[in-house]
Every structure is written in C-alpha cells, then in structure tokens.
C-alpha cells in the first residue's frame, strides 16, 4: 500500500515510544489500551468480541484483511476494538465468502486503523513493558497534546467495561447452528432442550451458536440482572459469559453468582470472564497478566489431557487465593502456569479461561458444552 496515496497516521504509547504508520479505517483519534493478538486467521472475530471493548489491538499476523468481512464471522453487531494496529492491509479482497472489504467496513464502524507498522517491533516492546495505554492518531494532531491526554486516561485495571457491552434487554436464542458447521463436529443435533438463562458480560454469537447446537434454548439477560429474575425464568442452567475490563470491578455481577451458588443449586458453567466471576464470587482474587494471552495456540491441561486453545484475557484468577475445600483448579495455562479452569467439588459447577467455543481458533476443548449438557441432563 502506497503510504503518498493515503494519510500519515502515528500509534503513541504511554511510555512515549512512538511507530509511524499509515492510515486506514476511519480518520481520526482513538485511546485504549495496545494488546497484541497472534492468531493467524479470525481477524473479523476478534474485530466483533466485545471483549475487546476499550482496546487497540495489534495482530501479529502480516497482512490483514485478504479475506474482506461477512456477515456470518461477526461475533456481535459491530466492531468493540477502539483502533487496529496491523502490518499491511491487503490491496484486495480474494475470498468467495466476502461481502466488503476490510478498509471500507471499518470506515462505515468509524474504527481507526493504522499500517505500516513493525508489529513485531511493537509486540517485543509490549511483552518486555507489558500492555499499556496508547493513542492511534490519523487526523494530524498534536502527539505532545496526545501524549498529555494519554497520561490522564485511566489504566485497564479497576474498569468495570462490562456496563458498555452487555445487553439492555432479554432476548431469545434459540436458531440452530448451521448443520454443515456441526457435522464437522460431529454433533447430531439434539431432540431434548434445555433451558438456559445467560448472563450477558459481553457474549459472543458462536458461544450461543454452541449452546443451541447442543441443545440449549438460551435466554440472554443482562449483566445487572438479579438472582429473583434469573430464578422466575426456570431455568434448568446459567452460563456466564466472556466479556471486557477487570473482573473484580463487576460488583454487580460477582454478587449475583455468589446468590446463584449459594441459593440457586443449578449447574453454572463460565467462560472467560464468566470463569474469573466464578472465582471472585467464593472469595477469591484476580491479578492483571503483563501482557495477557490473545491467541489460538495455548496449551492448557492437567495430568494427561492437554488442549489446545483459543484465549482472549488479560487477568486470571490467582490460584493461591482459591478456597480449596470448595474449588479445585482442572487447568492450568502450560505457557506460564497461570489457571485455565476450575471446578466445584459438591456442586454442579465449573468454568473455563479459553474460549471451547473456538471462533476462531481449535475445536479441542467443544466438549465443554456438552459436560455443561450433561449436568443439566442428570438433575431431570
């Protein structure tokens, strides 16, 4: 791409290392925190998690955008990133399934982009000085005043996101997963139904997707909905999904799953964000990783079984704070021991740091979903 046929553009981070680039996307100036993601394929998924609300992602991965944008990959109805960092933005679209190209989508989502940049350079900056807040600009402003106003904006830490992404009404779902997308998992699509009441933190479509195609009809609630509500739906399960920001800064939803476990006695599976709420709510603690893990290759397992898996966070839950009489730890992140699962001994209960759901990403943990089935189907 021709850097004289477009803007100049400039990321600047908050320890005042500045990369020049190129603009693309929509022209203007956007803060958030700069994280990287490693993941080959998906760019579309990761564009449309709300998890990455409040963020400037960086994707490791070359050439971005060779396979344009469609609408069967959004993960929700518009892009959450705050701004896009890549390497080269493809000249072209070439795939059969595309329906726009990437330049023009971002535009029309007023998603700023910037190109050109060494993004290996950026990744090794980032994973010796950790995730830290940055400024993509496009729109010719000052990068003193940027730098001034990027020194007052607030850490991740402490910031409850989840408010900005999570539904402000129930909805149903209950469409069924597309058939030739679960022969390839060889799911037979289930005649029994589950009712299942979700907390919305920031879920992603193909979660729902999952719980439909094994048979759950999900009733998505928002994040500050209380235990009396969830209850007088009747549900026969909770999930509790992915989502933005620092868990312990979800007051609201901590103190829900804290009633549901201790009054409810339903089986709960959490993804995620959902999975560190789990901890949080029998009194255990998160921590912020330096700089999170944002791909689709992690190893995570216990004794003799290891997966291989999708991951998208940048907090865990400390292990050391977990109550051991009531939770035990069924994961562990193989890169950096960091817990990647726990389970509930006497309860029906459990979660996942990685996401089974697997979009994008390895389909090795899907089985998650059908456990969460199973423990529905045993109290019937």
Known sequence: ???????????????GTLFEGASFGFVGTVMGEVVFNTG??????????????GQLVTFTYPEIGNTGVNKYDQESFAPHVKGIVIRQLSPCTSSWRAEEGLNVWLQKHKVVGISGVDTRALVRHLREGGSMNGVISSDGSSSIELFRKLKKMPSMQGLNLVDKVTTNKNYQWNTMTNVLFDQRRNIEMPESRYKVVAIDFGIKRSILERLSAYGCDVKVVPASTDMSKVISYSPEGVFLSNGPGDPSAVTGGIELVR??????DLPIFGICLGHQILGLAVGAKTFKLPYGHRGLNHPCGISDRV??????????IDPASLPKDKVQVSAWNLNDQTVSGITFKEKPIFGVQYHPEASPGPHDSDHHFEKFVSLMAERR
Do not use: C, W
């Open 40 to 53: 080959m394929t998906g760019y579309q998924e990761v564009l449309t998690d709300p998890s990455y609300a």
């Open 307 to 316: 997966e291989i898996t999708s991951q998208n966070h940048g907090f865990a």
């Open 259 to 264: 009633d549901l476990i201790d009054k409810a």
């Open 1 to 15: 791409m021709s850097f004289s046929r477009i803007h100049p553009a400039i990321l600047l981070l908050a320890d």
